[in-house]
C-alpha cells in the first residue's frame, strides 16, 4: 500500500507544479505581501465597534509594521441589531447582529483610492430573560463579527497585493 502512494505522489507532483499555484505570504517578510501590509496605517474609526475592528486589524499587521508608511486604510461600519424571533405577546426571542464594514485603501503619496471593498459578518443571539445575559452575548457577538470582518479585509488586501505584483 505505501509503495503505491509513493508511486501516485510522484506521478502527481509535476501537474501540482504546472497549476500556478503561489503561497500567498511566499517570501516571508521580503515578500510582496508583508512588504505591503507593513506600510499600511489604519485610520481611527467610532465607536466600540470602530475599536473592535481598528484593533483586530491592527492585530493582525502589526507583525509585519516596520517600513514607511505608505497606504491609509479607512473603514466605514454598519453596525446593526434586528429582531427575528417574536412571541404573540410581542416579545423578541431571537436577534441578528450584523457588521458590515466599507473599507477604501489609500496611496498616500497619489491620494488615489487603490481598492474599494466591504466585507461583513452576522451572528444570531439568543434573548435571555435577563436584560444582562442579552446585553453580554450581544457584546460577545459583536467581538467575534469584529474578529471575522478583521481576517475578511486583511485577507483582501494580501490578495490585492499578491496581484500587483510585477507592476
Not at 475599536?51 to 491609509?72: F, H, K, M, P, Q
Not at 435571555?128 to 460577545?140: D, N, V
Amino acid at each position: 500500500m505505501s509503495r503505491l502512494a509513493v508511486l501516485l505522489a510522484l506521478t502527481t507532483l509535476p501537474v501540482l507544479s504546472g497549476c500556478g499555484l503561489r503561497p500567498l505570504y511566499g517570501g516571508g517578510e521580503a515578500g510582496i505581501v508583508q512588504t505591503m501590509l507593513s506600510g499600511i496605517e489604519v485610520a481611527p474609526i467610532e465607536g466600540e465597534a470602530g475599536w473592535l475592528i481598528s484593533n483586530s486589524v491592527r492585530d493582525r499587521i502589526e507583525a509585519a509594521r516596520s517600513g514607511e508608511t505608505r497606504y491609509r486604510l479607512e473603514i466605514k461600519l454598519d453596525d446593526q441589531i434586528v429582531g427575528l424571533g417574536v412571541r404573540r405577546d410581542d416579545v423578541v426571542t431571537r436577534e441578528r447582529r450584523t457588521l458590515r464594514a466599507r473599507y477604501q485603501l489609500i496611496e498616500l503619496a497619489t491620494g488615489q483610492t487603490v481598492l474599494d471593498a466591504t466585507a461583513g459578518s452576522d451572528a444570531g443571539i439568543d434573548v435571555a430573560s435577563s436584560e444582562y445575559a442579552t446585553i453580554a452575548a450581544e457584546k460577545s457577538a459583536l467581538e467575534r463579527l469584529s474578529g471575522i470582518v478583521a481576517d475578511q479585509i486583511v485577507a483582501r488586501l494580501a490578495r490585492y497585493a499578491r496581484s500587483t505584483e510585477g507592476k
